[in-house]
């Protein structure tokens, strides 16, 4: 069985920063793409950013060039760095395992950017 445990999230004012962390378990994760979701309130969940097996990364639009994503194998660990942090960047942060569907995601993490 699949666990995602999502950290790190918090409040921040805007222009700041914040790291996520996505502990993984029950899976073999250096065989599973990996990827962050958002979702605001009254919107629809968003991809943020996606991560494959061999660490090629792709991201949305509203964060390129703001947000990093990573993986450590030897932790089962996927992160997300967020830097230059938006108000409109404020959201829950999900973690998801695509290859999982609705059983692949996490609790979610809380970010809430202030002006």
């Known amino acids: 069985q699949v666990q995602l445990v999502e950290s790190g999230g918090g409040l921040v004012q805007a222009g700041g920063s914040l790291r996520l962390s996505c502990a993984a378990s029950?899976?073999?994760?250096?065989?599973?793409?990996m990827a962050w979701y958002r979702q605001a309130p009254g919107k629809e969940r968003e991809l943020v950013a996606t991560i494959s097996i061999g660490g090629t990364t792709d991201y949305g639009d509203s964060v390129k060039g703001r947000f990093t994503i990573s993986r450590d194998s030897a932790k089962n660990t996927v992160y997300l760095q967020m830097n230059s942090l938006k108000p409109e960047d404020t959201a829950v942060y999900y973690c998801?395992?695509?290859?999982?569907?609705?059983?692949?995601w996490g609790q979610g993490t809380q970010v809430t950017v202030f002006s």
């Open positions: 029950g899976m073999f994760f250096r065989l599973n793409a």
């Open positions: 998801n395992v695509p290859r999982y569907g609705s059983n692949g």
